[in-house]
């Protein structure tokens, strides 16, 4: 799920690619010589400095999440447990 600043720049990113970067993460970490240029490898479509980017933008969602910045979604629900919409 992206949100609002993930969304900003110069590119787009599918749900495929999305689901890339978030794999490529687990598997390349901070210590992995070349992070960037193996996750924008795995992803495709994408330069080094674009994933980086892209990471940077999550990393700030996050701590906008925890810090509270971020409401939790009013969802209603049935007494059977369906979202109502």
Do not use: C
């Not at 799920?1 to 110069?10: I, P």
């Not at 990393?59 to 629900?77: A, C, L, M």
């Amino acid at each position: 799920m992206a949100s609002s600043s993930m969304s900003r720049g110069s590119s787009s990113w599918t749900a495929k690619q999305n689901k890339a970067f978030e794999k490529a993460l687990a598997v390349f970490d901070k210590d992995t010589p070349d992070r960037w240029h193996n996750v924008a490898k795995a992803v495709g479509g994408k330069t080094a400095e674009e994933v980086k980017r892209h990471y940077e933008l999550l990393v700030q969602d996050v701590k906008h999440i925890d810090s509270g910045h971020v409401p939790f979604p009013n969802y209603r629900t049935t007494g059977h447990g369906n979202v109502d919409g």
